[in-house]
């Protein structure tokens, strides 16, 4: 079984700014509230990824950061890839394909729309269980995902079962 959590960034600050770019920009004061509270949630519900996958941009390191500090005692081994920052649904699965098959558990930590965008396609067609995160993907939220396959890549889309959706309102 394969296993694959995605956590969007927390509300960022700076959106408006002109002085800071895109990549640059931090989390708000929500954010930064908000970011630890889902690392609880994670612990909890012993989600402990193997490999954790983040964006290099500040607001998704700052988000780990945050969250991680609450989630796990002992960090999971984090790679900072660049092709998740404004990642599309197609590379965000490249990436899930390419994965080493010895690794069970894997997060994502990103950006809309491209993580919004991987929860609805791994997610049957028809499911429900989809209508959630359909319309809106939040800042902080975290949908999780198990797979009936031993190999990344046989992952495809709608063949993932939601094993968890959650956002920081739903705390």
């Known amino acids: 079984m394969k296993t694959v959590t995605l956590f969007r960034h927390a509300k960022s600050a700076g959106r408006d700014d002109p002085d800071i770019a895109d990549f ?20 909890k519900r012993k989600l402990k990824p193997g490999l954790i996958l983040c964006s290099p ?8 950061t945050l969250a991680e500090a609450e989630a796990w005692d002992r960090q999971p081994e984090v790679r900072f890839d660049e092709r998740i920052y404004d ?4 590379t965000l699965f490249k ?7 010895e690794l069970s558990h894997i997060m994502i930590v990103g950006h809309n729309p491209g993580m919004q965008e991987l929860a ?13 995160f359909e319309e809106k993907l939040p800042t902080a939220a975290l949908v999780c995902f198990d797979f009936e396959t031993e190999r990344w890549r046989s992952i495809k ?14 705390l």
Do not use: W
């Not at 509270?37 to 994670?42: F, N, P, V």
């Not at 990642?87 to 197609?90: F, I, K, L, P, Y």
């Not at 990436?95 to 098959?101: N, T």
């Open 95 to 101: 990436l899930l394909r390419g994965l080493p098959d």
């Open 57 to 64: 941009s500040v607001r998704t390191r700052q988000t780990l």
């Open 157 to 170: 889309p709608g063949t993932g079962q939601l094993r968890l959706f959650l956002t920081p309102n739903m």
């Open 120 to 132: 609805i396609a791994l997610t049957p067609r028809e499911s429900p269980a989809r209508a959630p």
């Open 87 to 90: 990642a599309s649904v197609q």
């Open 24 to 43: 640059d920009r931090p989390l708000a004061e929500r954010g930064i509230k908000v970011a630890p509270k889902m690392g609880k949630a994670m612990r």
